[in-house]
């Protein structure tokens, strides 16, 4: 589970800097100031998470049960999250309408606000 974890840190943390270059330098003709700075949110709270998956696998009090449940609510607080706000901020360059998802905005950041808490009161459980 571990290995999972990073790797997928790894992954989601390079394209999280793909991601951000490509915001920075490809969409900028294209979009607004305001919609380049809701894709470089999602950039940033995509790498946030980033660490904060470094963080859980270094954690070797927790379970493995524990250690998948917070990964699976970060890995799917990240997609609804960053990829909503990557679909919502270039919107106007598809024929697709994605404010039609615009309820997965708030849902990833409740997960990733379940994942955060359901860590902190986890560690606040154990004895020292």
Known sequence: MR???ILTALLLGALAIVLS???AHLLKPYLTTEQIGVFETGARYQMYHVFFLFFLSTRKELSIKTMKLIYDLTIFGILLFSGSLYLLSTNQLTIFDFRIIGFATPLGGIL?????SYLFFTILRQKS
């Open 3 to 5: 290995r999972r974890i």
């Open 112 to 116: 990733l606000i379940i994942a955060w």
């Open 21 to 23: 270059a490509f915001g």
